[in-house]
Structures are given as structure tokens and as C-alpha cells.
């Protein structure tokens, strides 16, 4: 006996086969969509925080400063000398015309001497100078005096030559020569102009003063009378002495001829100065001013020739704005 499906069977089958997929489809995206998470709820415009401002940072403080650029120090050796040939050589014609014209002029006479006046006592003198007038003069004593004199410039021509060979250099002995031609036409030109400027009678002029008390005729008429301050004899010796010592401790400085070079120039220099004392052409003070004036100018001379001085500058000032925040100031820097 053969069965047989009713119609409504036949379709009723696929119909809930396609109803419990679509059911499947439904739960499976209901249950995705359970599983994401909710999204915020949109934040009111009053409840939004401000973004943080951002501050600009401060300018650095700008300072310009100028400051010199120290010379590198000279390596360890003896001092060496140096000269410009057209300015030392200036300087040097300079004073020995200007020295040399001084001395044409006190030699025509055309200016009066100082006259000593006719109460002058002995005693108005600085106690120092009163033994000038109470010795008696020694006409010898002035020619001794020159000899000292021109022993101290032969030396002068001398030692230049001699340090060209010492130092195996021709240059060395004309830098020598240069500085001791400058010491001694500086001390020439300040002695004459401190004569010219003072015009101190000599001491022979005071005792020829005092054997003429009373007379009423009498007048000094010698210019070179009143000439006194300050002793060119002394000054000129000094000057040489004192170049020579600072270029013989400068150039021979671990041996004995600087020694022997102060003792000797000191020895020469007293020796010139207490002759021209015993002269009648100077008093005590005279001397001693020229000696001190001389000993200065003859170690100025190399000291300012020195090799490490010259190629630096001496006197350095430096001035620039310099900004400092809201503010400004300025620097001023020296260097001496």
C-alpha cells in the first residue's frame, strides 16, 4: 500500500526551513550588535573643555660685549729689541735740532742771565748747595769732566758695534746704536729746555756776585752764567750709563757684564757729577736733578722698544651696546 504526502506537507517544509534561517540571520545581528559598545552621548558645547593656550617663550638675553684679544705670551728667552726706522729716526732729528737751535740762541748772548740779587746771602741756598760756594774751583776739574763725557759717547759708538758681533747680527748692533742716539738726544733737548726755563746762576756767578757787592755799575752779562739747573755733563752720562745697563742685563742677562756695566756707569756718572761741583759750574742739586732726569730717559728708551711691547697694542678701549631683556646698557672695557 503506497503513501502519499498531502500538498500542504510539500510546501509547509521549506517554508520552516526558510523561517528558522531568517531567524539565525536575525539573532546572529542582534547579538553582534549587543556586543559593540554603546556610543557616548554627544557633549554639550558648554560642557567642551578650552584648549591650553600656549605661551611664547621668553627671548634670551642678547649681550655684545668686545673685548681685546690677548696676544699670545712670548716664548721663554731674553728680551729682544725692536725699532721703526722712520719714526725713531724723526724723533731722534727732532730733538737734536730742537736741542741744537737752544744752544745757538744761549750763545749770542741775546738773552739777559738771571742777575743775583744784591741782598743774596749764602744762606737763602738749600743746605746741600751752600759747601759749592765755600770750596775753592779747580780749573782742572772741568776737563776731567768733559773726559767723562766723551768716554761715555765713545762707549755709546762702541758697544753697538760690539753687540753686532756678539749677537752675530747686524741688525742687533743698529737697533743698539738707534737706542742709544734716542737716549741721548731726548736727555740733550729736556736739558736744554730746563736751562732755558730755569736760568740759575752757576756758582761761580754767585762768588763773582758777592766780590762785587756795592757796585752799582756791576751786571752779569755771561748767559751761560745762569745755566745751571740742570748739569747737561751729568745727564748726558747718566743716560748712556743707564741704556747700557738695561741692554747688556737684557741681552747677557745670566753673566757678569750687566753687573759690571751698572758699577761702571754708576762710577762714571758720580765721577762727572763731583767735577762739575768742583768746577764752580754747578751746585749739588744741579747734578743730582740731572743724573736722576738722565738714569729715566735712558731706560724709557729700550724699555719702550721692546719687541714684545711693539707688536701688542698698549692701550686698548673698547665700547658697544649691549641689549639685557626689556632694557639696554652699555660696556666699556679697557685694556692698559
Known amino acids: 500500500m503506497s503513501s502519499r504526502i498531502p500538498p500542504s506537507s510539500r510546501f509547509s517544509r521549506p517554508l520552516v526551513a526558510s523561517l528558522a534561517m531568517a531567524a539565525s540571520i536575525v539573532t546572529g545581528t542582534a547579538h553582534a550588535h549587543a556586543e559593540e559598545p554603546e556610543p557616548a552621548p554627544p557633549t554639550s558645547p558648554a560642557e567642551a573643555k578650552p584648549s591650553p593656550q600656549i605661551e611664547p617663550a621668553d627671548a634670551p638675553a642678547r649681550s655684545v660685549q668686545v673685548f681685546p684679544t690677548p696676544l699670545e705670551p712670548p716664548p721663554p728667552g731674553r728680551t729682544t729689541f725692536d725699532i721703526d726706522p722712520v719714526a725713531d729716526a724723526a724723533i731722534i732729528g727732532v730733538a737734536l735740532g730742537f736741542a741744537g737751535i737752544l744752544d745757538l740762541i744761549n750763545s749770542t748772548g741775546e738773552i739777559r742771565p738771571q742777575q743775583i740779587s744784591p741782598n743774596f746771602h749764602r744762606s737763602q741756598l738749600i743746605a746741600i748747595d751752600r759747601g759749592a760756594l765755600h770750596q775753592p774751583f779747580d780749573d782742572?776739574?772741568?776737563?776731567?769732566?768733559?773726559?767723562?763725557?766723551?768716554?761715555?759717547g765713545a762707549f755709546a759708538v762702541i758697544d753697538p758695534i760690539l753687540t753686532g758681533f756678539r749677537e752675530n747680527s747686524v741688525q742687533a748692533g743698529i737697533v743698539d746704536g738707534f737706542l742709544y742716539a734716542e737716549s741721548f738726544s731726548l736727555t740733550f733737548a729736556l736739558t736744554n729746555v730746563a736751562k732755558l726755563a730755569v736760568r740759575r746762576p752757576r756758582p761761580k756767578a754767585y762768588i763773582d756776585a758777592e766780590n762785587h757787592k756795592g757796585d752799582p755799575n756791576y751786571m752779569n752779562a755771561d748767559?751761560?752764567?745762569?745755566?745751571?739747573?740742570?748739569?747737561?755733563?751729568?745727564?748726558?752720562?747718566?743716560?748712556?750709563?743707564?741704556?747700557?745697563?738695561?741692554?747688556?742685563?737684557?741681552?747677557?742677562?745670566?753673566?757678569?757684564?750687566?753687573?759690571?756695566?751698572?758699577?761702571?756707569?754708576?762710577?762714571?756718572?758720580?765721577?762727572?757729577?763731583?767735577?762739575?761741583?768742583?768746577?764752580?759750574?754747578?751746585?749739588?742739586?744741579?747734578?743730582?736733578?740731572?743724573?736722576?732726569?738722565?738714569?729715566?730717559?735712558?731706560?724709557?728708551?729700550?724699555?719702550?722698544?721692546?719687541?714684545?711691547?711693539?707688536?701688542?697694542?698698549?692701550?686698548?678701549?673698547?665700547?658697544a651696546p649691549a641689549e639685557r631683556g626689556e632694557g639696554g646698557s652699555a660696556m666699556l672695557n679697557a685694556v692698559f
Open 223 to 319: 748767559t751761560d752764567s745762569s745755566l745751571s739747573f740742570f748739569s747737561g755733563h751729568a745727564s748726558t752720562v747718566a743716560a748712556i750709563g743707564a741704556t747700557a745697563t738695561y741692554l747688556a742685563f737684557a741681552r747677557s742677562p745670566n753673566s757678569v757684564r750687566p753687573w759690571l756695566t751698572l758699577v761702571l756707569a754708576a762710577t762714571l756718572t758720580t765721577f762727572v757729577s763731583y767735577e762739575r761741583v768742583r768746577a764752580g759750574a754747578h751746585f749739588p742739586t744741579d747734578v743730582i736733578a740731572g743724573s736722576l732726569a738722565g738714569t729715566g730717559i735712558g731706560i724709557a728708551v729700550p724699555h719702550f722698544h721692546r719687541t714684545a711691547d711693539i707688536k701688542q697694542r698698549r692701550v686698548w678701549v673698547g665700547f
Open 140 to 152: 782742572n776739574a772741568g776737563t776731567l769732566s768733559n773726559i767723562g763725557v766723551l768716554t761715555a
